[in-house]
């Protein structure tokens, strides 16, 4: 399929191939049929990419202060790869799609096979859209006509928020598509409206719907207005649905306004707020916020969770619904709004057209008529001008397919097995997004959405696991029984049943020669300051006593790390490195492993502390913190042992005092040991012997899992 995307380093607007999406419990996958060019949001995002990196950081204060953080605690050379990868991520284009429906995931209900629909899917040959973000087509509604639906919401949800009523005057700033459509909400209500646009073509089509309209200058004019338009009493409400830096349309919008009227935005609009005005009319200022309830919340749009209509009446989807309603009845009319279309192998005409500021209203993309989706796998062409490394004969044998390609895996686990011997096979994602920012950069075989590709097609014999944590356990399983050597990025799993299935399965392998390895991402282990600790520290033969201080700093409680169901929660899915480590470091099983947490509101808190007692007699404390500051350093790690002391700082610098010529180590750069720690893994399949064993794997899982249950 064919897709739109736009780079977020240099704001250019390009179209890619990819494999068809496929789709998770809740989800439906559309092909596509058209789809509607937001000209405002798509048009800030492309001035966005475009400007320099002061403008795009003077734009975006928060992250300044993170990167300033970042290089501090993690150094120059770390900080600049995160920029260059946030740079490097494109951002897939549009929200206004019509489609009929292909394939319908579980546990989806009121869609089947063959179904026409709306939904916010992206400029693409396929999407796969929650069911909630979805809404079937009357018979009646072209595909024209539906197309629309969207940003019919955007204005509905701004219309309902100013709650209009029948007989009152309101203003609306700005005729792009969701002004015009807003307006014919408005009258729909019983409303008198008036439209005001820079650009008198806008201003004559409003007019044939029915909107009066008024060339109202920034700053002149407006007790003429009053007196002609309202007996100079103001308007009931504006709904500002321009989209520019300036503060004119709020500047405007409260000089119009009667005492106590309603200002809502439903564009963008500079926010320096006259004070006086406000506070002299007593005016109500809201910012609308797209669809209406639902938007961004997890529960509604991901899970399917729907909110009771006695308490919610009108959600994003039941907004959906309404528009496509009027649109049906012809309460809204679209016919006139369409000024533009193009397919979507020249989709890029259609931004020009924006950028150069051309005559446009609804710039529509269209798709082909396909009958269903393409394949799942995209074979990619190899040119002659590729270049290759040079390959011993042990690399031709080790096959690479990766299963998940998000931040982690395409910032750190993809390019550090780029630079081992080892050649890269299949990329299975979901999202068409991550394939594309990895094929950009890396040589795989093919993309796939389809799993089956991986496990059974391919000629793979490695695979890298890099996925959420409630899917660890259905890959490993899956892949073992493919008989694949894996790597699986932290945690095995997040509960002891799927634990001792693993540990049950894998031990099913008779045969040692033939038994596939199995590594965990537990990379501090492998870090260089980590492996010159462990040396000396093999040289006391003393118990130790070790304490580790994690500043782990805050993420919102709807992260899907914090799902108990999903991600198992930060103890199982991240502390497991620092009990691994420890483990490593004390060269003992764990005696006793016992969690205490901070009390606080979340499913899985994460604040706590582990206390452990290792068989030898050591002990150790790991402090895992999210309620510090990202100023301070992430990791400290010191051990007290035989009259000496060692202290590791952020992996970057290492600290003795009374071993004998040893003080201080630092490296330029900090290394947390993920390079090692694949090339142990690469290392081993020629070798036939797992890098840690797989006993202690379980050890380190079944302890804390127990702990945590």
């Known amino acids: 399929m064919r897709q739109i995307f736009q780079s977020l380093e240099n704001g250019k607007t390009f179209i890619a191939d990819l494999p068809a999406p496929s789709i998770r419990d809740g989800e439906i996958l559309i092909r596509s049929k058209k789809s509607l060019i937001s000209a405002g949001t798509e048009k800030m995002l492309k001035e966005f990419g475009q400007s320099n990196l002061i403008d795009k950081a003077l734009n975006n204060p928060d992250k300044v202060r993170e990167v300033v953080n970042k290089l501090k605690n993690d150094g120059f050379f770390s900080t600049i790869e995160a920029i260059n990868s946030k740079l490097d991520n494109p951002i897939p284009l549009g ?32 999407v796969s859209v929650p069911a909630n973000l979805c809404a079937k087509i009357p018979d009646n509604v072209s ?55 820079p650009d008198e073509k806008r201003c004559k089509e409003a007019s044939k719907i029915g909107i009066e309209t008024y060339s109202l200058e920034e700053n002149a004019n ?49 926010l320096n707020l006259n004070r006086d005005l406000f506070y002299q009319k007593e005016l109500t200022f809201q910012v609308s916020c797209s669809y209406g309830p639902g938007r961004y919340d997890k529960s509604y749009e991901l899970d399917g969770n729907d909110y009771p209509i006695g308490f919610v009446r009108w959600t994003e989807q039941r907004n959906f619904k309404a528009i496509l309603y009027a649109l049906s009845t012809k309460k809204i009319k679209t016919e006139k709004l369409i000024s533009h279309k193009f397919y979507i192998d020249e989709a890029l005409k259609a931004y020009e057209l924006i950028e150069k500021g051309s005559d446009y209203l609804g710039i529509v993309i269209e798709y082909p008529n396909e ?63 991550e394939h594309l920012k990895i094929s950009k950069k890396f040589k795989f075989n093919q993309l796939t959405t389809e ?14 696991i890099s996925t959420r944590h409630d899917s660890h356990y259905f890959y490993l399983k899956s892949c073992l029984n493919a008989n694949k050597n894996i790597f699986i990025e932290k945690p095995l799993c997040i509960n002891l049943t799927e634990l001792a299935e693993i540990k049950n399965l894998y031990g099913s392998f008779e045969d040692n020669q033939h038994k596939p390895i199995i ?33 782990a700093g805050f993420i919102s409680e709807d992260n899907w790390i914090q799902d108990p169901k999903v991600g198992g929660g930060r103890l199982i899915g991240e502390a497991c490195h620092f009990v691994d480590l420890l483990v490593y470091l004390s060269g003992s099983k764990i005696k006793n492993l016992e969690v205490i947490e901070m009390k606080d509101n979340k499913m899985c808190p994460d604040t706590f502390s582990i206390n452990l007692s290792f068989v030898d007699g050591s002990i150790g404390s790991i402090h895992y913190f999210s309620n510090g500051n990202f100023s301070f350093p992430k990791e400290r790690l010191e051990v007290f042992c035989g009259g000496t002391i060692f202290k590791l700082d952020n992996f ?32 081993s399949i020629k070798n036939k012997k797992s890098p840690i064993n797989f006993e202690e794997i379980i050890h380190v899982h079944q302890k804390i899992l127990e702990a945590k249950e």
């Open 222 to 270: 407006i007790s003429k207005f009053l007196n002609v338009y309202t007996n100079g009493n103001g308007v009931d409400g504006v709904i500002v649905t321009a989209s520019t830096k300036s503060n004119v349309p709020i500047e405007i919008a409260a000089k119009i306004c009667r005492k106590r009227g309603r200002i809502i935005l439903v564009g963008v609009s500079g």
């Open 95 to 126: 929200y206004c799609n019509v489609g009929v429906v292909e394939e319908i995931g579980k546990e989806t209900k009121d869609f089947k096979v063959g179904d026409r629909v709306v939904s916010n899917g992206y400029h693409a040959g396929f």
């Open 451 to 464: 799993i089956e590709t991986i496990l059974k097609k391919d000629k793979s014999n490695a695979v890298i």
């Open 371 to 433: 009958p269903s989706p393409n394949e799942k796998v995209l074979t990619i062409e190899k040119t002659n001008k590729t270049k290759t490394k040079e390959k011993n004969n042990f690399s031709k044998e080790i096959n690479l397919s990766f299963i998940g390609a998000g931040n982690y895996a395409s910032r750190v686990l993809i390019p550090a097995f780029s630079k081992t011997e080892a050649n890269f096979e299949s990329l299975f994602s979901r999202s068409s997004k």
């Open 519 to 551: 590594m965990v991402g537990f990379n501090r282990r492998y870090a260089p300051l980590v492996k010159e600790l462990k040396i000396m520290l093999d040289l006391i033969n003393e118990h130790k006593s070790f304490i580790y201080t994690c500043n």
């Open 652 to 683: 970057k610098k290492l600290s003795a005092w009374g071993f004998p010529n040893f003080t201080k180590r630092r490296l330029l750069k900090q290394d947390k040991g993920q390079k090692n720690c694949v090339n142990e893994f690469i290392s």
């Open 143 to 197: 595909d024209d006509e539906a197309v629309f639906t969207v940003l019919g919401a955007i204005g509905l949800q701004g219309v309902r928020l100013s709650k209009p009523t029948f007989g009152e005057i309101f203003f609306v700033s700005g005729l792009g598509v969701i002004g015009l459509i807003t307006s014919q909400i408005l009258i729909s209500n019983g409303c008198r409206v008036i439209g005001y646009d």
